[in-house]
């Protein structure tokens, strides 16, 4: 049975909004409630067109803006598939882990590495250690829905928590810290973009070249000590950064 039957879709023809614009929004909203759930397949478009009283056209082109926007695929023998919906994180000190379980996401982990080294130049300044010294950095693959959405890249001092490869696949860094006493208090962060390299398309399941979202973070405790340096890239077609901005006064 076609899932989009069952929503309370509507067209304003007397709205400026064009036609397929209203309708794409719509099917937007629907995934992001959870209304259209992963996987399903949407029907027939002349159906659908012929329900809304739109043209064919119409309907492929609210179609088609989700399929760029990655929320839709075409599958050649299977019809107009769901894939998932983008998730949209806000700007504030909190970690991917919680942010995805909270959008109904179903987070996973795999941990790639996770060693003790030195460390170098931007981590010992990032972290107040000295150079050389020595630093824990552990490598994540973080999935939603078993889709790679993010490699993750920390840094940490030395003999800040036990950082074991099985408890970090069960949950969030961030919970471990605050499991191990630590109060998170602030951050400093930065937020960029670039091109994916052929490794880290590979790695997310992007081609190379596709956008990427980057993020530089060093967190800090209560105290004002720092313990948490990252560098993480997101897929810029599954992930966004959102925040509010209030003139000033």
């Known amino acids: 049975m076609d899932p989009t039957v069952s929503l309370q879709l509507s067209v304003d023809r007397s709205s400026p909004v064009p036609l397929y614009f209203q309708l794409s929004q719509q099917l937007e909203a629907a995934i992001e409630h959870g209304a259209l759930t992963p996987g399903s397949l949407l029907g027939n478009e002349i159906e659908l067109a012929g329900r809304l009283g739109l043209s064919r056209p119409t309907v492929r082109q609210a179609i088609q803006s989700l399929v760029d926007k990655g929320l839709l695929v075409r ?46 130049t931007e981590v010992a300044a990032a972290l107040g250690v000295t ?72 790695r997310l399941g992007e081609p190379a070249g596709a956008p990427l979202l980057t993020m530089q973070r060093t967190t800090f405790d209560d105290t004002g000590r720092a313990v948490e340096f990252g560098t993480h890239i997101y897929r810029a077609s599954r992930y966004s950064f959102e925040f509010q901005l209030l003139v000033r006064p």
Do not use: W
């Open 75 to 120: 599958r050649r023998g299977v019809g107009t598939q769901v894939v998932h919906s983008q998730v949209k994180r806000p700007l504030e000190l909190s970690s991917l882990y919680d942010d995805l379980e909270s959008a109904g996401q179903r987070p996973a982990t795999r941990v790639l590495v996770n060693t003790v080294e030195e460390a170098s």
């Open 131 to 202: 150079e050389g010294s020595e630093v824990h950095r552990v490598e994540r693959l973080r999935l939603a829905h078993g889709e790679p959405m993010a490699y993750l890249c920390n840094f940490l001092p030395p003999d800040l928590l036990e950082l074991d490869s099985d408890r970090m696949e069960a949950t969030g860094l961030y919970r471990l810290m605050r499991t191990a006493g630590i109060t998170l208090h602030s951050a400093r962060q930065s937020v960029g973009a670039r091109a994916a390299t052929a490794e880290e398309g590979e």
